[in-house]
């Protein structure tokens, strides 16, 4: 579904990722894992076309997108939940949500996606109305996930989706999670909490330095000492 193949990064003279791999099969879900400013941000940041790639391909369905704007790679199946939600609070819950069927494939089942949004977060329709200001923090991180599934992704980014909110709320959001990747969609997961992630994950990667440091399955990861000692502090 997505294969990632010597992607490099750079911010000006800085090089941020270094000859990175990585696959992501359909109705997988992906972790990557590693200390505060490894690269993680950069790395779905430069999938999702929002930051250029200094080399290497990444292809998703075969096709390789690691030229194209960040518009163009949405047409091609991907969609982006942002690190720190950023819903548009003076908009209504609903119309944050239909801002998110723009891709030129979703627009015709907007309804059928919206209701499917609904039945995964019935908090959203009880404040369909409402400004997304007004939400809660866990109902934003709901809400970003929702506008993101209404492009009718075959891949979701996700960065970050625990970030400041209370343990309650990222378990109900990763129990959405296990249902989004039953649909067939898969998942790339950037998140701050390595054990949550990697129970949540069938596989996931070490990034250190811009450099992936180990992978494997989530249970071989958590066992290694590069994880241990430099993510969990063991």
């Known amino acids: 579904m997505l294969e990632v193949r ?11 990722l270094w000859d990175i791999d990585i696959d992501v099969a359909a109705a ?6 590693g200390p505060n400013g490894a690269g993680k941000t950069t790395l779905v940041h430069t999938i999702a076309g929002l930051h250029p790639a200094a ?16 518009h163009k790679v949405c047409a091609h199946g991907i969609a982006t939940v942002p690190e720190g939600r950023r819903v548009f609070g003076h908009m209504t819950v609903r ?9 030129r494939a979703a627009r015709p089942v ?21 400004a997304a200001g007004a939400l809660s923090g866990g109902e ?32 109900e959001v990763f129990d ?15 998140e701050q909490d390595v054990e949550r992630a990697l129970a949540a994950s069938a596989r996931g990667y070490l990034l ?5 440091a180990a992978s494997g399955s989530a249970a071989q990861l958590r066992d290694t000492d590069e994880v241990r000692q430099r993510v969990l502090g063991l």
């Open 6 to 16: 010597g992607l490099a990064a750079r911010y000006g003279d800085a090089q941020a």
């Open 110 to 130: 907007h309804r059928q996606t919206e209701a499917e949004v609904y039945r995964l977060f019935p908090r959203l329709a009880e404040r369909a109305g409402q």
């Open 140 to 171: 934003q991180q709901m809400l970003a996930i929702g506008r993101a599934l209404m492009a009718r992704p075959r891949l979701l980014l996700l960065d970050e989706p625990s970030l400041g909110l209370a343990p309650v709320v990222v378990d």
């Open 176 to 190: 959405a999670l296990r249902l989004i990747t039953g649909t067939g969609v898969a998942v790339l997961l950037v």
């Open 55 to 70: 080399a290497g391909s990444i292809r998703v369905g075969g096709v390789d997108i690691a030229r194209l704007p960040g």
């Open 28 to 33: 997988e879900t992906v972790c990557i894992v």
């Open 95 to 103: 119309d944050n949500l239909l801002l998110g069927a723009y891709r």
């Open 208 to 212: 250190i330095e811009g450099r992936i």
